[in-house]
């Protein structure tokens, strides 16, 4: 057998081992991924926007804003979650999605400083939906028996739920996972029961403020009537939460199918029939129920008074179709059921940051169980969840959690429109409906409502990122991948060269431009730091204008000095940030000495930044 035979038949060997590598990865991948748009995506979304607002606050907010200004804000918040789902549909068609899915993302086009911020304050708005939902739970728990109803019993009624599905969570997430399409069908039965109950309005035994469909009353609702402590803001901020779960595709991708087909397709399906439902309940809500009836606390039967907070929750009992304790318990489980999605995602999204290692404290929490679960993680949101319900009101953890997913809406937009603008390699999105003026027009509306609903807490926001920003820079902490920003900053500097080549030559644009070089390391004398000292010097002599290269050359070949061109490099950078000199670090590598001079000379500076030959020279004699 000849060589070239030998050849053909080890490729032959080879290709067939990386075949059946290849169709074993995929079975292994199919196994795992068995997720389809409508179980991985559409149900989920909708599971994570259906909650306790749809049944609790929706008379509240037309019986304040009126049926125009309800429209309104159902809008604006549907145009937020749809420039953003423009987007997230880009991302999911530009290639794999890793662990953290949305988080992922932001970390990777804004840098981990940014990133890491804003998947903190995402994960903190994941918490917050959680105690949201409970403490929804717990008010119609205290609506139906009163025997719920005790000092300090919303706090501790909301932490023993907490607890219960926390610890449900952590004995069985697929057992958890698994019961997701029977709550979701809970939920459905529970929200036909109020369809049904807003056509048929008034029962026997109903108020008359209570007329049922109306043109009358539909139009006597039209126009806004706030109330003492509310406003257009406050309203809105109330709403926005209805439209938070939108991410719930991308932060499952590694558990679908075809995620770049299922994520577009789901999640706009699950916005878009969100959109239809709320303007229809709003507008029903409108027609039913005078203003009066949707605003004035009610009597239950046993002549207590039902408050809590702007809840008129005897409007459940009324509408409920066609035995309230049905419609009651329906929103209890839809409730649990965005709770426990919720403890599922964000324990996922914690172990993602901490295992990027850009959050040294969060270290502990990357680590995962013999399973994959992480445990450590849920513990820890377990226990968050359960100070956070210690604020005690559904209305306000409703306004904290629109700001925290309003900011993370807004930094989704803006890492796709930076990637858009420096054309990135790796940014090649095959969504078809996406454009990069969508995502900035995205981000923009997306900050704008942040300050609309309420512009104290969207300052807090503001700071939070920037303190978990400056922790993160006062880390140093490295990693290993670029960002938007930083192909921004190249790009801007690339056409910035290009737009002084002409101005340089006037000389009131004149800045020095110097060439330095340094012995290496491996040359210096016993007195170290003589062989450095024109870098002061250097630095005294441009002022902190211009631009310094600074040159150490090695003697020997390329291949065989790597290691010492590494070291060497990091040291000199050391030594600029010690002498507070600013500029570029070099290492070259020659035969000679005398000739890397020459080579450093005549590769100095780029365009309109060459070094000025008169100051290597001087340059040349101090090294």
């Given at each position: 057998?000849?060589?070239?035979?030998?050849?053909?038949?080890?490729?032959?060997?080879k290709?067939?081992?990386w075949?059946?590598?290849?169709?074993?990865?995929?079975?292994?991948?199919?196994?795992?991924?068995?997720?389809?748009?409508?179980?991985?995506?559409?149900i989920?979304?909708?599971?994570?926007?259906?909650?306790?607002?749809?049944?609790?606050?929706?008379?509240?907010i037309?019986?304040?804003?009126?049926?125009?200004?309800?429209?309104?804000?159902?809008?604006?918040s549907?145009?937020?979650?749809?420039?953003?789902?423009?987007?997230?549909?880009?991302?999911?068609?530009?290639?794999?999605?890793?662990?953290?899915?949305?988080?992922?993302?932001?970390?990777?086009?804004?840098?981990?400083?940014?990133?890491?911020?804003?998947?903190?304050?995402?994960?903190?708005?994941?918490?917050?939906?959680?105690?949201?939902?409970?403490?929804?739970?717990v008010?119609?728990?205290q609506?139906?028996?009163?025997?719920?109803?005790f000092?300090?019993?919303?706090?501790i009624?909301?932490?023993?739920?907490?607890?219960?599905l926390?610890?449900?969570?952590?004995?069985?997430?697929?057992?958890?996972?698994?019961?997701?399409?029977?709550?979701?069908?809970?939920v459905?039965?529970?929200?036909?029961?109020?369809?049904?109950?807003?056509?048929?309005?008034?029962?026997?035994?109903s108020?008359?403020?209570?007329?049922?469909?109306?043109?009358?009353?539909?139009?006597?609702?039209?126009?806004?009537q706030?109330?003492?402590?509310?406003?257009?803001s406050?309203?809105?901020?109330?709403f926005?939460?209805?439209?938070?779960?939108?991410?719930?595709?991308?932060?499952?991708?590694?558990?679908?199918?075809?995620?770049?087909k299922?994520?577009?397709?789901?999640?706009?399906g699950?916005?878009?029939?969100s959109?239809?439902?709320?303007?229809?309940?709003?507008g029903?809500?409108?027609?039913?129920?005078?203003?009066?009836?949707?605003?004035?606390?009610?009597?239950?039967?046993?002549?207590?008074?039902?408050?809590?907070g702007?809840?008129?929750?005897?409007?459940?009992?009324?509408?409920?179709?066609?035995?309230?304790?049905?419609?009651?318990?329906?929103?209890?489980?839809?409730?649990?059921?965005?709770?426990?999605?919720?403890?599922?995602?964000?324990?996922?999204?914690?172990?993602?940051?901490?295992?990027?290692?850009?959050?040294?404290?969060?270290?502990?929490?990357?680590?995962?169980?013999?399973?994959?679960?992480?445990?450590?993680?849920?513990?820890?949101?377990?226990?968050?969840?359960?100070?956070a319900?210690?604020?005690?009101?559904?209305?306000?953890?409703?306004?904290?959690?629109?700001?925290?997913?309003?900011?993370?809406?807004?930094?989704?937009?803006?890492?796709?429109?930076?990637?858009?603008?420096v054309?990135?390699?790796?940014?090649?999105?095959?969504?078809?409906?996406?454009?990069?003026s969508?995502?900035?027009?995205?981000?923009?509306?997306?900050?704008?409502?942040?300050?609309?609903?309420?512009?104290?807490?969207?300052l807090?926001?503001?700071?939070?990122?920037?303190?978990?920003?400056?922790?993160?820079q006062?880390?140093?902490?490295?990693?290993?991948?670029?960002?938007?920003?930083?192909?921004?900053?190249?790009?801007?500097?690339a056409?910035?060269?290009?737009?002084?080549?002409?101005?340089?030559?006037?000389?009131?644009?004149?800045?020095?431009?110097?060439?330095?070089?340094?012995?290496?390391?491996?040359?210096?004398?016993?007195?170290?730091?003589?062989?450095?000292?024109?870098?002061?010097?250097?630095?005294?002599?441009?002022?902190?204008?211009?631009?310094?290269v600074?040159?150490?050359?090695?003697?020997?070949?390329?291949?065989?000095?790597?290691?010492q061109?590494?070291?060497?490099?990091?040291?000199?950078?050391?030594?600029?940030?010690?002498?507070?000199v600013?500029?570029?670090a070099?290492?070259?590598?020659?035969?000679?000495?005398?000739?890397?001079?020459?080579?450093?000379?005549?590769?100095?500076?780029?365009?309109a930044?060459e070094a000025?030959?008169?100051?290597?020279?001087?340059?040349?004699k101090?090294?």
């Amino acid at each position: 057998m000849g060589k070239f035979d030998l050849l053909t038949s080890a490729k032959k060997h080879k290709w067939k081992f990386w075949r059946q590598k290849d169709h074993t990865q995929d079975d292994n991948k199919s196994k795992a991924a068995r997720l389809g748009t409508l179980t991985g995506v559409l149900i989920p979304t909708c599971e994570n926007m259906w909650g306790v607002l749809i049944f609790l606050r929706f008379f509240y907010i037309v019986g304040n804003a009126g049926i125009w200004q309800s429209f309104l804000i159902v809008l604006l918040s549907f145009l937020c979650a749809l420039l953003t789902t423009m987007s997230l549909s880009a991302v999911a068609t530009n290639g794999s999605l890793e662990g953290g899915g949305t988080y992922y993302l932001i970390s990777r086009a804004l840098g981990p400083r940014l990133g890491g911020a804003v998947g903190c304050l995402y994960y903190l708005g994941q918490v917050l939906l959680a105690v949201l939902e409970i403490l929804g739970a717990v008010e119609m728990l205290q609506f139906i028996s009163s025997a719920f109803s005790f000092p300090q019993s919303v706090r501790i009624l909301a932490v023993a739920c907490i607890s219960v599905l926390g610890t449900l969570v952590y004995a069985g997430i697929r057992f958890v996972s698994k019961l997701g399409a029977y709550f979701f069908f809970i939920v459905l039965c529970t929200m036909l029961s109020y369809y049904i109950g807003l056509w048929t309005a008034p029962k026997r035994h109903s108020p008359s403020s209570l007329t049922g469909l109306s043109w009358r009353t539909f139009r006597s609702n039209w126009n806004p009537q706030y109330g003492k402590d509310a406003s257009f803001s406050s309203v809105a901020s109330v709403f926005f939460p209805c439209f938070t779960g939108i991410l719930s595709g991308a932060d499952r991708a590694k558990d679908l199918r075809r995620p770049e087909k299922s994520i577009p397709t789901g999640t706009l399906g699950a916005i878009i029939i969100s959109f239809v439902m709320y303007l229809s309940y709003m507008g029903f809500w409108g027609a039913v129920g005078t203003r009066e009836y949707l605003l004035t606390q009610k009597v239950q039967a046993t002549g207590n008074p039902v408050v809590h907070g702007h809840a008129q929750l005897a409007a459940v009992r009324d509408i409920a179709f066609p035995l309230p304790i049905l419609t009651e318990l329906g929103i209890i489980v839809a409730c649990f059921s965005q709770t426990l999605q919720c403890i599922i995602t964000a324990p996922r999204l914690l172990q993602a940051i901490a295992a990027d290692g850009i959050i040294p404290f969060l270290d502990p929490f990357a680590k995962e169980s013999k399973s994959g679960e992480p445990h450590i993680a849920l513990v820890f949101t377990t226990v968050l969840c359960m100070i956070a319900a210690m604020i005690g009101s559904l209305d306000q953890i409703a306004p904290l959690v629109s700001i925290c997913f309003l900011t993370c809406y807004s930094a989704l937009n803006l890492s796709c429109f930076v990637l858009s603008i420096v054309k990135a390699p790796s940014w090649r999105p095959r969504w078809m409906y996406y454009h990069w003026s969508s995502a900035l027009l995205g981000s923009v509306l997306c900050l704008a409502m942040n300050f609309v609903l309420l512009w104290y807490w969207a300052l807090a926001a503001v700071c939070i990122v920037m303190v978990i920003y400056g922790y993160i820079q006062y880390r140093q902490v490295e990693v290993d991948w670029g960002t938007g920003v930083g192909g921004l900053l190249l790009q801007l500097a690339a056409e910035s060269l290009s737009a002084v080549r002409q101005e340089a030559q006037y000389s009131i644009n004149w800045r020095p431009q110097l060439l330095c070089l340094s012995k290496p390391k491996s040359m210096w004398t016993k007195d170290g730091h003589a062989g450095h000292q024109f870098l002061s010097f250097a630095s005294q002599l441009k002022k902190g204008q211009g631009l310094c290269v600074v040159t150490a050359i090695l003697e020997g070949r390329i291949e065989e000095t790597r290691a010492q061109v590494a070291a060497e490099k990091v040291h000199l950078e050391n030594c600029m940030v010690e002498a507070k000199v600013t500029g570029i670090a070099r290492i070259l590598v020659a035969p000679t000495y005398r000739e890397g001079k020459m080579y450093a000379i005549q590769s100095s500076g780029l365009g309109a930044l060459e070094a000025q030959h008169c100051v290597v020279r001087l340059a040349n004699k101090m090294a």
